[in-house]
Structures are given as structure tokens and as C-alpha cells.
């Protein structure tokens, strides 16, 4: 039974399409048919937005571990979570039941459910999504325990995260805009039956969903400067199966890179802007079926 739910939007602070529904949910309601749900509405770093930047000292999103919540750092964004995770959470001993917390990304990966565990409860919610909203993905990331992640959506007894693209930061399309909301409304829907009782496992149809595997990184000469580009083959093929053999890069003196594995892969994160400093060019995913 959810009492309490958390919407939550500007993790990041040129994450226009979750900052602009909350405002809206805020300032025209929530659609009627969630009135017997309690639903809270909150703007996660205004400094970040009034910069229009993804965050203004550290990555908002990255703070929530255990750890990173009880040192002693005076960085804006780590004061910022410990003040969150006293709203939202605590941490491990939550007063709010499911945080759900709204992104974007300039990769081409639509409107992207992503999970953190894969029990009974994300499995129900993965079939509903996808049944509903047969358009979504939806993203597996398991690889540590659901507390051991420093997101923000970690403060809620659940959590969750929309992730939806591809849109160039600090700027607000429509289509993803609609993407978004419909997502949001479908996870509402899904917080609504559950409630109510009415979810089965058996009852859902199967799901196809992605397990993150790891990010690779951009071709880097002795330097640390890069010496290719993602493969316009590549480019916006987010959950395409990418297969052995398949271009992967285009090097600055026109060669091409290919996918040099055994086995197929499910690209995504595609040339995320975010990750340019890191150097990461794309994460690789499992297909599999909940
Ligand atoms: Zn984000």
C-alpha cells in the first residue's frame, strides 16, 4: 500500500521536461482520477535551474549513498541531499513509499522506466508500464544492492526513475514533454491499482527490458584526446540490438570502429551530453524478459 508518493523533478537543473510538469501539476492539480493518492510535488535544486545547469558543484544524483549522506561535505549539492533525504527519506528508514524522479537525456531512448531491483513489486510495475505505454523501455539497473546507489530516488522505500530523450539540455520539446507526463500518469495508474489490489503478475503480459551491463568509453589517444566520434550507424540506435561486426565509431581521419564482441549488445546512453567529460560514449545492455 502506498500512503505516501514523491514526484520529483530538477535532479538535474537543465532537466527542462520533469521541472515543467511538476510546475503544472502544481499550478492546474493532478488529473482528478489521483485524487485518493498522496502525491507530493517538489523541485529537487532551483540553484541548479536557475542556472540552467545540470548541477551548480556536484551531481545532485550522485549524493544519496549512505556514506556521501552522513559526511561532512559542504559542497552545495551534498548539503542539498542531506536536507532531501530529511524531506523524502530518511534513507533506509523512509517516511515516503515511492519516490519516483524525472529526468531527461539527449540520447534517442524515448520514455525510459528505469528500475533498481528486480523483485515481485518492479516486475508488476515493469509488465503495467509496458502494457500501458507500449512504446517505453524499460531499463534494469541491478548491479549492486538498491541501497547501495546514490540516487536520489533511493530515499523512498521505492524508487524509481523516468528518463526520457533525446532532448538537448536546458531546453523543452513537446513530444517529450508529452512522453513524460504520459509515463508519470501510467506510473500513477500503476500506484492506483496496486492500492486498490487489483495488480496480479500473472494477470500482466511479459515484458521485454534491458540489464545495464557497462559504459564503454570514446577511442583516446596518449593524450587523453579523443581520435573518434559515435558512427552515424550508431547514432540514435538507444536499445537497437547492436551486433558483432556492426560500426561503432568513425575515427577523425574517416576509418570506422566496429563492434569488436561475440555477442550483440543493447546500446543506450547514446552520446549522453552529461557524460561528455567522462568520456563515455555509450553503456551496454542485456535483453531480457521480466
Ligand atoms: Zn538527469
Same mark, same amino acid.
Given at each position: ?133 507500449? +512504446? *517505453?523501455?524499460? =531499463?534494469? $539497473?541491478?548491479?549492486?544492492?538498491? @541501497? %547501495?546507489?546514490?540516487?536520489?530516488? !533511493? ?52 515484458? +521485454? *527490458?534491458?540489464? =545495464?551491463? $557497462?559504459?564503454?568509453?570514446?577511442? @583516446? %589517444?596518449?593524450?587523453?584526446?579523443? !581520435? ?63
Amino acid at each position: 500500500m502506498f500512503n505516501s508518493i514523491a514526484l520529483v523533478g530538477g535532479t538535474h537543473g537543465n532537466e527542462t521536461s520533469g521541472i515543467q510538469l511538476i510546475r503544472n501539476w502544481q499550478q492546474f492539480g493532478l488529473p482528478a482520477r489521483f485524487d485518493e493518492l498522496n502525491v507530493s510535488l517538489s523541485i529537487a535544486n532551483e540553484a541548479a535551474l536557475a542556472a540552467n545547469v545540470r548541477f551548480v558543484e556536484e551531481d545532485l544524483n550522485r549524493q544519496f549513498t549512505l556514506a556521501g549522506l552522513a559526511n561532512e561535505s559542504r559542497a552545495k549539492e551534498a548539503v542539498l541531499a542531506k536536507s532531501l533525504n530529511q524531506q523524502l527519506g530518511p534513507k533506509g528508514n523512509s517516511k515516503t513509499d515511492f519516490v519516483i524522479d524525472i529526468h531527461n537525456t539527449t540520447s534517442e531512448m524515448g520514455a525510459t522506466l528505469i528500475i533498481l531491483e528486480v523483485d515481485e513489486f518492479h516486475t508488476q510495475l515493469a509488465r503495467y508500464v509496458k502494457h500501458h505505454m507500449p +512504446e *517505453a523501455n524499460i =531499463l534494469v $539497473e541491478d548491479e549492486k544492492p538498491y @541501497l %547501495d546507489h546514490g540516487y536520489l530516488c !533511493t530515499t523512498g522505500k521505492k524508487g524509481v526513475m523516468i528518463e526520457v530523450g533525446g532532448q538537448p539540455q536546458g531546453m523543452l520539446r513537446e513530444d517529450v514533454y508529452l512522453l513524460t507526463q504520459t509515463m508519470a500518469e501510467v506510473i500513477l495508474d500503476f500506484c492506483m491499482a496496486y492500492n486498490n489490489g487489483s495488480i496480479s503478475t500473472d494477470n500482466l503480459p511479459q515484458c +521485454e *527490458a534491458f540489464r =545495464l551491463g $557497462e559504459n564503454v568509453g570514446f577511442p @583516446l %589517444d596518449e593524450n587523453g584526446q579523443r !581520435t573518434a566520434m559515435i558512427h552515424h550507424a550508431l547514432q540514435d540506435s538507444d536499445f537497437k540490438p547492436l551486433m558483432p561486426g556492426m560500426p561503432v565509431f568513425r575515427t577523425f581521419d574517416g576509418k570506422d570502429i566496429t563492434w569488436n564482441s561475440d555477442k550483440e549488445t543493447y546500446p543506450h546512453f547514446i552520446n549522453e551530453a552529461a557524460y561528455f567529460k567522462l568520456d563515455v560514449a555509450f553503456a551496454t545492455a542485456q535483453r531480457i524478459i521480466l
